[in-house]
C-alpha cells in the first residue's frame, strides 16, 4: 500500500486515505450491527462479598481496667 501511495500527490493520497477510513468505518458499524442481536453470557461483574463478623466471639471485649486515662 505504501509502495503504491509514494508515486501520488499529497491530495490524492488524503483523497484515498479518507476514502479507506470511509470504508472501514462502514465495515465495524456493519459488525456491530450484527453483533448488537447476540447476547452476552457470562460477562457479569464480579462481586465481592464480605460476610459479617461473628459477634458471639467478643461479648465481652472490654475490662473494667480498660477505661482508665492513661495520660
Same mark, same amino acid.
Given at each position: 500500500?505504501?509502495?503504491?501511495?509514494? #508515486?501520488? =500527490?499529497?491530495?490524492?493520497?488524503?483523497? %484515498?486515505? #479518507? #476514502?479507506?477510513?470511509?470504508?472501514?468505518?462502514?465495515?465495524?458499524?456493519?459488525?456491530?450491527?450484527?453483533?448488537?442481536?447476540?447476547? =452476552?453470557?457470562?460477562?457479569? =461483574?464480579?462481586?465481592?462479598? %464480605?460476610?459479617?463478623?461473628?459477634?458471639?466471639?467478643? %461479648?465481652?471485649?472490654?475490662?473494667p481496667?480498660?477505661?482508665?486515662?492513661?495520660?
Amino acid at each position: 500500500m505504501r509502495l503504491s501511495m509514494t #508515486s501520488l =500527490k499529497g491530495a490524492d493520497a488524503k483523497d %484515498v486515505a #479518507s #476514502s479507506i477510513t470511509a470504508i472501514a468505518n462502514d465495515k465495524i458499524k456493519a459488525e456491530k450491527e450484527a453483533n448488537a442481536g447476540k447476547k =452476552k453470557t457470562g460477562a457479569k =461483574k464480579k462481586q465481592l462479598h %464480605v460476610d459479617k463478623p461473628d459477634d458471639d466471639i467478643a %461479648v465481652d471485649g472490654y475490662d473494667p481496667l480498660d477505661d482508665y486515662d492513661f495520660m
